[in-house]
């Protein structure tokens, strides 16, 4: 059952993924990527990871989703789709995508021979043995990822700030 329901959500994920890059409408474009997202918590969910799958939703779809959709509605859509449309970087686009490529099919053929146990670390293996999954989140990030978690919180308050400075209009 998970491994029809994994493949499922891996087809729906790849077309949601394609549509959101092909749609010419903004909105449809945001539409599909709040679909995407939504298939990754089902990824997370499968996972057991149920509070990554919770955040998933709630972060990602329900605000930085939201704050797209305000972006979209901020710019004058039909003022950009009159615009040119520049392809100046496919040389970019193409070598890029034959490294991901490569990439792809060398962790597909090395599989997990390439991640050892001994890359995961010991606490998360230690507190995961004792409390339950959003405890262990909880506790990893107010333990030993503390500064990357505030530096991460800090950089979306500037963001923040400089959003709204940005659509203030000049008097």
Not at 36 to 49: D, K, R, V, Y
Not at 58 to 83: A, D, P, T
Not at 135 to 157: D, K, M, N, Q
């Amino acid at each position: 059952m998970e491994a029809t329901l994994f493949y499922i959500l891996a087809t729906m994920l790849v077309v949601f993924a394609i549509l959101t890059v092909t749609a010419a409408n903004p909105v449809r474009s945001a539409v599909f990527l709040i679909s995407a997202l939504l298939c990754m918590a089902g990824f997370f969910f499968l996972l057991e990871a149920e509070f990554v799958g919770a955040v998933q939703i709630l972060v990602y779809v329900g605000g930085i989703m939201v704050l797209f959709l305000f972006v979209i509605m901020l710019v004058s859509v039909r003022e950009v789709e009159g615009q040119r449309r520049a392809n100046r970087q496919w040389k970019t686009a193409l070598v890029l995508g034959i490294v991901l490529s490569f990439e792809l099919v060398f962790f597909v053929v090395q599989g997990a021979e390439v991640f050892s146990a001994d890359i995961i670390d010991q606490q998360f293996l230690n507190l995961d043995s004792q409390t339950g999954n959003t405890e262990t989140v909880g506790g990893l990030l107010y333990s030993t990822y503390l500064l990357p978690f505030e530096i991460a919180s800090v950089l979306l308050l500037v963001a923040m700030i400089a959003a709204v400075v940005l659509t203030q209009k000049r008097l």
